[in-house]
């Protein structure tokens, strides 16, 4: 199993920028894909970005469209910790930004952490 844990959240002014963080702890070995979502009031969850981990920090990266150019995420395998460095944030980037990961072996599973909430006022 493993567990992922968000911090960073918070609420900043347009054009600020703000960086997320999220801990993996347990069987982080088995982790093979971490990526961040977002969830918007009234919006389904969509994909802001991800990262492979193919025994190395920079992997493939992948971004929404949104947010190419002004995010980026990347990793830390000694920490177990994995990072979206947002900047020039917009009032539309506000929502709940959630970690997540395929981890397991044989099988892997989508893992969630709880999410932490980015407010962006204009």
């Known amino acids: 199993q493993v567990q992922l844990m968000e911090s960073g959240g918070g609420s900043v002014q347009a054009g600020e920028s703000l960086r997320l963080s999220c801990a993996a702890s347990g069987r982080v070995f088995t982790i093979k894909l971490m990526g961040w979502y977002r969830q918007a009031p009234g919006k389904q969850r969509e994909l802001v970005a991800t990262?492979?981990?193919?025994?190395?920090?920079?992997?493939?990266?992948n971004y929404a469209d949104s947010v190419k150019g002004r995010f980026a995420i990347s990793g830390d395998n000694a920490k177990n910790t994995w990072y979206l460095q947002m900047n020039s944030l917009k009032p539309d980037d506000t929502a709940v930004y959630y970690c997540?990961?395929?981890?397991?072996?044989?099988?892997?599973?989508?893992?969630w952490g709880q999410g932490t909430l980015v407010t962006v006022s204009s």
């Open positions: 997540n990961a395929e981890a397991g072996w044989p099988i892997a599973v989508e893992v």
């Open positions: 990262i492979t981990r193919d025994g190395s920090l920079d992997g493939s990266l």
